[in-house]
């Protein structure tokens, strides 16, 4: 199938794409990478009057190195961030993760805001930037607002996001030198969707511990205490509670034992591989 006819708009500053946005009666869809977009438009799954393409506007493909956060703009592409375009504040956790998403050509074009605001719960921004502690900041006409990236996300496929309203930024905290994370995401290839992901974070100096429980059928479980879970982070996998984390998962609603089970490996793999 091929898409509705729609009118296309390619503003270069925000608060323009901003105006096109909050047209009254116009059903308006913004493109960044296009890679989930593209074929919800050739499905026909949305079929906007409008779409505006965010490309063109710098704010969206900058970075700014705060000194106790980056902020990275919502264009930057997952290969941005793999070949260290980007700073890296996160001691690799994000070169590492953006390099495991999908393949080159996918990565070359998709975008962490545009990641975030599709929603995908196997995808692997939402859930590397809960458990880093990321908040994204969104611009509309009703002003700007930061929320944490758990909370953008509400539901599969759903974000929090207004029709007048634009996700500008991600402000990603600066890691401590003592930080360890791990990642690890259950798939049966190498770049596809993940099924189970383990997610989790321990910065000592800063007092965070963090663990999250990704790719579930909605938005990721996360732990803003985990030290009862992964300790202070030294030897986290002697620390680990398999049985507790089972019986976390089936209160979440995993019913399914082998669903349950591959969420628990995929964050006790993540503890083993912490760095
Ligand atoms: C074959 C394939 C395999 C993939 N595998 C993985 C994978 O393993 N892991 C993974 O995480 N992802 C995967 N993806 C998804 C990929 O990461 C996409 O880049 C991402 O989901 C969407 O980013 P995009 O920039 O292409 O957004 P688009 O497709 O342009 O937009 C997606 C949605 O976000 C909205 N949007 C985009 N930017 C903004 C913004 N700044 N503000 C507000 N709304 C915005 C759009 O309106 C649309 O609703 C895969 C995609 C493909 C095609």
Redesign the pocket.
Known sequence: MKPVNFDYARPSEVASAIRYLAQDGVSA????????????LNMRL?QPDLIVD?TAIEE?RSVQDRSDAIVIG??VS?SDIEDRRVPDVTRGAMASVAS????RA??N???I???L??A?P????ISILAALGADVTLNGSGGSRTIAVENYMVGALEAD?AQS????SITVPKLSASARWGYYKS?RKT????HAIGAFLTDPDRGVSRAVIGATETRPFVMTDAAALIGDGRNPERVFDQDAVGRLCESLGMTDPIDRQTHVVALRRAIERAH
Not at 29 to 40: D, F, R, T, V, W
Not at 165 to 168: A, D, R, S, T
């Open positions: 869809k913004i493109i960044a990478g296009g890679q989930s977009l593209g074929p919800m949305v965010i969206l919502a264009c997952h495991g998403i999908a393949y996918v990565r074009r998709g975008t805001g545009g990641s605001t599709h995908d196997s995808a692997d921004w996001i309203e634009l996700l500008v798939c770049g596809e969707f993940a």
